[in-house]
Structure formats: structure tokens, C-alpha cells
């Protein structure tokens, strides 16, 4: 281990996170009575410009009128490049702060951005002698961000997690898609020629790289990493197995940005029973090589040593809090 010990973001489920339009008082009665684990009521892209003061009066209202308990609640403010931001801090925090789990902070850029939203919601806690302290969730989804993306996850203590907004991404780095998320048949390799003259063709994710560097940045601060949207959601198949690739490289969830999506994501994001058991097993038997000071053992026909334990160990400690959640 090094002698650098990463704090770790509060442990919450973010296996799904509900997106859902502040424009709209309906879908936000209804986000309160979901499965996701958390909700972020939008601000920002789902809500158009003669809509946004109504939609931050509306999440306001629904911040203090209905239930949360159940769930982490968050709110995604409009961009640093905008003048609606301030006030979707300022209003939102002062009037309904207390009941606001985290702040969504679309196209982070820089360092310095998550600085500046630090520095305006510590004021407004202390100014209103709030003892919550609202975390922070950063959007990594332009080349900006994705340049800065280590800087950005170390930029605040209320940092607990990085999402891959995978539609402005694309926008912003000029990939040739315009499908949100999942595969392109362009990003392809052939085989060679069998012996009848034929090439396969071997579809790839062309957000591997992304993902894979938003999930080390995240990692190596402690935060979580969580995969952003699936635009088809007439698609549940190609859901889950973005969903699947987002989750073996490391990511902790899943956005969903249609109701379909929650218990895809809860399900996919949870591990399996079997997992959990062979986990346990593992814990087991290297608590047995220990004990006959071994370093490393055989279990079912494959290697396993000091690091298993820690992958076990993180197995099961998720089980633990989601069985916690669902009692
Ligand atoms: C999310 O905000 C995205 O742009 O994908
Ligand atoms: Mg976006």
C-alpha cells in the first residue's frame, strides 16, 4: 500500500439514478415513490429556457413537501457558462438546502469550476446554519473535463462521485455518433479471411477509453464512478449490456433516464448470489491460510491470495448495504 490513505466519499447505493425534468410536477411526485437509489431532479438539458424558473419552484416545493427518506435526493444545476446557475444555487440551497443530498454539476471543465459552486454553497450552509453538508456529483462530458478529469475529482472534500455524460461527450469531442450511448457499427474491427473468403465483423465500445479514465480518476480519490445515459429506452437488451461493460470496468451504477431503466440498473449493478457466496468463500479460506501462515491458496482450481481478499471483502460489504436498503 502507499503511505497516501484515500478518504472514501460517504457510502451510499448509486446503483441507479433516476433523471427527471424539474419542469414537470408529476414525474418528481413520482421519482419520490421510485426504486432508484438516487433521483436528480434536472435543471439543466431536460428543461428548456422559458421553463427554468418554474422548474427550480417546483423542486424547491418538492424538496420539502415530499418523502426522500428512502433515497438520495440531488438537484443538476445549469452549467458555470450560464446566468441561471447562481440563482439554481442560491434559491434552491437557501430555500429547501436541508433536505438536498448532493449537487449535480453539469460539463465540469476545470478544477477551478467545482472551486467556485464550493465556495457559494459553504457560504449559504453557514449563512443558514445548516448542519448537512451537500456532496457534489461532476459530470465528466466534454474533452475539457475528460483533460482535467483528475484534478476535478480531487477539487473538493464534498466531492463523492463522477458520471460519464456520454451525449455531450460525443457532442463536445466530435465523435461520429448521434445515438446516446452504447455501440456504433462504425467502430468495428474485420478478422481476417476464413477459407471461404469471409471477414467477420467484431463490433467495439468505443467508450471504453473514457470510461476506463473517468473510473481511475474516481477511484483514486474515493469517489464513485457512475456510467450516465442509454438515450434507447425501447432498448432494454443494449441497456444492460452497457450497463454490464460500465460495471466490469469498475462503475458503481447507472443512470437511468427513463422509469424502465431503474430496476435494469438496481439488478445489474447488485452482485449476484453466487458472487456474493464465492466471495465468502474466499474470505474463508484466507482467513484459514492465515491462520496456517500462508500467503496465497487454491480454491476450486485457482489462485487466490492477500488481494482477493480485499475484491471479496468489497463483494460482500456491498450485499451487506443493499440488503440494509431493501429492509
Ligand atoms: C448527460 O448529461 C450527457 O450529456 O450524456
Ligand atoms: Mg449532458
Not at 90 to 114: H, S, Y
Not at 280 to 291: F, S
Request: aromatic share 6%; glycine share 6%; with cysteine.
Amino acid at each position: 500500500m502507499s503511505f497516501t490513505i484515500i478518504d472514501q466519499a460517504p457510502a451510499r447505493l448509486n446503483r441507479s439514478e433516476l433523471a427527471v425534468p424539474g419542469s414537470n410536477p408529476t414525474f418528481l411526485e413520482k421519482a419520490a415513490k421510485s426504486s432508484a437509489d438516487v433521483v436528480f431532479l434536472d435543471l439543466e438539458d431536460a428543461v428548456a429556457p422559458d421553463d427554468k424558473v418554474p422548474a427550480r419552484k417546483n423542486i424547491i416545493e418538492a424538496l420539502n413537501d415530499l418523502d426522500w427518506s428512502s433515497k438520495t435526493v440531488s438537484i443538476r444545476i445549469n452549467g458555470l457558462d450560464t446566468h441561471y446557475m447562481y440563482r439554481d444555487v442560491v434559491d434552491i440551497v437557501e430555500q429547501a438546502g436541508q433536505n438536498l443530498d448532493l449537487i449535480m454539476i453539469p460539463k465540469a471543465g476545470t478544477a477551478a469550476d467545482i472551486y467556485a459552486i464550493d465556495m457559494l454553497v459553504t457560504q449559504i450552509e453557514d449563512a443558514k446554519g445548516y448542519t448537512n453538508r451537500i456532496g457534489f456529483e461532476m459530470i465528466i462530458e466534454t474533452a475539457l473535463g475528460m483533460q482535467n478529469v483528475f484534478e476535478i475529482a480531487a477539487a473538493s472534500k464534498r466531492n463523492e462521485s463522477l458520471h460519464f455524460g456520454v451525449a455531450d461527450y460525443a457532442a463536445s469531442t466530435k465523435a461520429r455518433t448521434t445515438v446516446i450511448g452504447g455501440p456504433h457499427p462504425d467502430y468495428h474491427v474485420l478478422t481476417d479471411a476464413n477459407a471461404d473468403g469471409n471477414r467477420d465483423v467484431h463490433w467495439g465500445d468505443m467508450w471504453h477509453y473514457p470510461i476506463a479514465k473517468m473510473v481511475v480518476a474516481a477511484r483514486a480519490n474515493g469517489l464513485r464512478p457512475i456510467d450516465g445515459p442509454f438515450g434507447d429506452f425501447s432498448d432494454p437488451d443494449g441497456f444492460v449490456a452497457q450497463a454490464k461493460r460500465a460495471a466490469t470496468l469498475g462503475c458503481e451504477g447507472k443512470w437511468a433516464i427513463h422509469p424502465s431503466q431503474i430496476d435494469l440498473a438496481n439488478t445489474c449493478y447488485s452482485p449476484s448470489e453466487a458472487e456474493v457466496t464465492k466471495a465468502k468463500r474466499i474470505l474463508e479460506a484466507m482467513e484459514q491460510a492465515q491462520k496456517e501462515g500462508k500467503g496465497a491458496v487454491a480454491l476450486d482450481g485457482r489462485l487466490i491470495d492477500i488481494a482477493s481478499i480485499k475484491q471479496a471483502e468489497v463483494m460482500v460489504q456491498k450485499a451487506a448495504q443493499i440488503a440494509d436498503n431493501d429492509a
